[in-house]
Each structure stands twice: as C-alpha cells, then as structure tokens.
C-alpha cells in the first residue's frame, strides 16, 4: 500500500508503521492520522500480525499536532472535523501497540505515545504537553492519561510550565516501560514486540482490554469485566493446549482459536 506520510513494513509478526514527515518533525496532521488509522486498523485484521510498533525518527517521533493545520480553527470546525477522533480509534485497535519513541514526543505526539498499550524509548527521548506555549491545552488525552501516568503534581508542571521529560524521569515516574541506545531503540522495540506477538492472540486482545478497563470502570465493575473475560478464555482451543503444554513440558502452539 502506497502512502503518502507514513511507511509501513512487517516484521515476523510485528506490523511497523513509520511516520514519514521528517522536515516537519512529524507534525501529525490530518493526512497522516488517517494514515495511521488506516494502517493500524489493516493490521489489527491480519492473523499474520500479532502486535504492531509505531514510531517516527531519531530526532522525532512526533512534534505534536500541526500547528499550522490548526491556527486558523475555530471551535465550529475542530467539532465538524475529526482529527482529535484519530486518538480515540487508536484505542479501539484490539491487538497490543508499542510506541517506540526517540527524540521529541510532545503534545499530540506525547497524547500519541500515552495512548499506545506500551513504550519503548530512546535515551535521548523528551515527553512533553506545551501546548500551554501556544495558548491552549492538550485536547487528545494529555491532561487525563499524563495525570494518571506521573501523578498530578508533575503534570501540573508539564501542563502548565511546559516541562518535558527525560527519558530517565518517564522511566522512573511509570511513563515508559524501558529506556534502550539510541542507535537501536527500533531494533529493541521491535523485538519487544515480536515477543508479545509469539503469545495466545485472543488472551493478548481480552488481556489489553481488561488492564484498559481501568480507566473506563469503577472498579467493582472492571473485576466483575475481568472475571467474564477470564471465564471466557477457558472456552478457546489455546487455553487447553497452553495448559497440556505446560503440564507436558513441552512449547505450546498457539492457534488464536
Ligand atoms: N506543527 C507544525 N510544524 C511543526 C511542528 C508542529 N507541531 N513542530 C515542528 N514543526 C516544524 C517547524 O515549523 C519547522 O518547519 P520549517 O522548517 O518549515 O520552519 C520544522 O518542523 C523544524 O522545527 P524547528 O525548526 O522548530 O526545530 P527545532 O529543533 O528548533 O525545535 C521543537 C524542535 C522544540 C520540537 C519545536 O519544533 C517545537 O517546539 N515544536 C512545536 C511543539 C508543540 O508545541 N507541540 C504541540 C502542538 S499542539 C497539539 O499537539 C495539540 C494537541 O494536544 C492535539
């Protein structure tokens, strides 16, 4: 598939997308979002692909939403226009996706990162919400998904001041799941993957949905969600045969029936 701001490749059973945009530090405009979606939804639907990476370049994963898309908007044209529903679909894809993050994540692209299920990153990766810098504030999550990732105190500072991040403090304030050498950080971030990817695919889907739930759900209702998911589970052909497996000491084949 020929694409215009994105390229996408495979991997074993890893899909990869690469945002495209490098002179605007992939600025994450329209025509790329729907790419994106477009990609990820063709790879949700392929057996062949058990969980995807997205990422942009070394210096940038993504600089945020297009500034210049946007300086005109007026609050009429951003509800008529779906671009901030690009981060909700991406929620909606059922098989797990790993942000590999090198360089600048700020804004749209941080809300980008935060809304991927993990996120492998760079050493010389910086999260960061400036919206606050143009006279707004993050509207794809940031205020919401920051906050329960760092706590309030720290995403006050990033929301209101500006701050970014290192890669070292997202690693120790839970933002990110590791920090890898610059030079490999795909490389890492794709083998990351390939590993989630050889699991039991239906376990994968209903195991992101149910740690999803948390956000959604109080939690008297995200363990009665979970329990239902877990009893669910026990009516797949990989349940019977992850157990022989391990009662039989051998590798398990999973058949994502
Ligand atoms: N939108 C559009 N273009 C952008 C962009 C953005 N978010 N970020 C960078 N670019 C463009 C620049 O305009 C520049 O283009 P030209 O060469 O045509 O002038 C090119 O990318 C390179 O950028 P810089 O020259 O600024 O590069 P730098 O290395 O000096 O600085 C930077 C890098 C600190 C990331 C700086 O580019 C920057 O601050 N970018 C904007 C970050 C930002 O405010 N993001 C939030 C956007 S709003 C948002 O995302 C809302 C939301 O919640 C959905």
Redesign the pocket.
């Known amino acids: 598939m020929d694409y215009e701001y994105i390229i996408t490749s495979t991997d074993g059973r890893v899909g990869i997308v690469q945002f495209n945009r490098p ?3 992939n ?1 994450l405009n329209r025509g790329l979002m729907s790419e994106l979606m477009d990609a990820l939804d063709a790879f949700d639907a392929d057996d062949d692909i058990g969980c995807m990476v997205i990422t942009g370049s070394e210096k ?1 994963f993504a ?6 898309e946007m300086v005109n908007a007026t609050p009429a044209a951003m509800l008529d226009n779906p671009f ?1 529903d690009y981060w909700d679909r991406l929620r909606r894809i059922g098989k797990p996706v790993v942000a590999a993050v090198s360089g ?1 994540a ?3 692209g941080c ?1 980008l990162a935060m809304a991927c299920d993990m996120i492998i990153a760079s050493e010389t990766a910086r999260f960061g919400q ?2 606050i ?2 006279g ?1 504030i ?3 999550g ?1 205020t919401q998904r920051m906050t329960l990732a760092v706590g309030k105190v720290l995403a006050m500072d990033m929301v209101l001041n500006g701050r970014f991040l290192t890669a070292e403090e997202a690693l120790q304030h839970g933002l990110i799941n590791r920090i890898v050498p610059t030079e490999l950080y795909l490389e890492e971030a794709v083998k990351f993957a390939a590993e989630i990817a050889a699991r039991a695919p239906v376990a994968l889907r209903l195991g992101k949905e149910a740690v999803n739930a948390v956000y959604e759900m109080p939690l008297q209702a995200g363990l009665a969600h979970e329990r239902r998911l877990f009893y669910m589970l026990f009516s797949t052909e990989d349940q019977k045969e992850g157990m022989d497996a391990f009662i039989n000491k051998r590798q398990p084949e999973w058949k994502g029936q």
Do not use: R
């Open positions: 002179k605007a530090l600025a940038a600089a945020g939403a297009d500034i210049k901030i600048f700020l804004g749209g809300e400036p919206e810098n143009l707004i993050p509207g794809a940031g």
